[in-house]
């Protein structure tokens, strides 16, 4: 299928965890429908510790990823912004914006930072699942398309 791949962006607070989770399995699982990126409303300094652990748990190697901000995206435009920060991002960002609500596990034990990542492996293989149900589909047309919540 030559259907044009979507391009998402996740969002949380800063990229230190969710963001960089979804955008983790985003590229493992989606790349043939999605081009994944992911920043955060006010970035951290780096990947969370445990969250670098979490996915290699999942044999997703995140060590080379850095908390990026969104003013770093400059004039970049997304099909799809799922937004897990809990606050407002910039409406010129996305076509579409989608909020997941998601804990923040920056600061939680490590069994429960592990039940947030399970939780955002569910939500974005969804919409991977999604994403090429919508493409299969003889009315999809590669713009413009709505995308329901996962």
Known sequence: ????????????????????????????????????????????????PDTLRAMGEKNIDLRDHFPKGIRLLGRARFDLAINMSGLSIPEDLAAHEDEWDVPDPVFMKYKDHCGVRDQIERLVMNLILQLRKEQSSPHFRGQGSHLPRP
């Open 1 to 48: 299928m030559n259907a044009e791949k979507k391009r998402v962006l996740f969002v949380c607070l800063g990229n230190a965890c969710r963001s960089q989770m979804a955008e983790g399995f985003a590229r493992k699982y989606g790349g043939d429908v999605l081009v994944a990126a992911s920043a955060g409303l006010t970035p951290a300094m780096h990947v969370a």
